[in-house]
Nanobody, 121 residues
Framework: QVQLVESGGGLVQAGGSLRLSCAAS????????MAWYWQAPGKQRELVAA???????NYADSVKGRFTISRDNAKNTVYLQMNSLKPEDTAVYYC???????????????WGQGTQVTVSS
């Protein structure tokens, strides 16, 4: 079974920075897409940033120019560098990965447990 382990969340003042990490482990044959989603209280989970194999990226409009997603393929790890943080960035951040395992014929979506990011004004 694939596991996604997130780290790097916490409390930061507005204008500050945080870096989230998400490491995938398991019998990974191919890691297609790794992404970050956020979910604020009372709101739906939404895409923040995605990194598709081939290094194509996709960002939510609200984070463009402030957040950067990157990956280390050798470590099956995705990062989210968050700069110029705003109070409205406060949410639980979830790692998502579309992974095909060595014994599977299809890729499946996996989720991390979530990490809290709180930005104070």
């Amino acid at each position: 079974q694939v596991q996604l382990v997130e780290s790097g969340g916490g409390l930061v003042q507005a204008g500050g920075s945080l870096r989230l990490s998400c490491a995938a482990s398991g019998s990974i044959f191919r890691n297609n897409v790794m992404a970050w989603y956020w979910q604020a209280p009372g709101k739906q989970r939404e895409l923040v940033a995605a990194l598709i194999s081939g290094d194509s990226t996709n960002y939510a409009d609200s984070v463009k120019g402030r957040f950067t997603i990157s990956r280390d393929n050798a470590k099956n790890t995705v990062y989210l560098q968050m700069n110029s943080l705003k109070p409205e960035d406060t949410a639980v951040y979830y790692c998502n990965a579309n992974i095909r395992q060595t014994f599977d014929i299809r890729a499946r979506d996996y989720w991390g447990q979530g990490t809290q990011v709180t930005v104070s004004s």
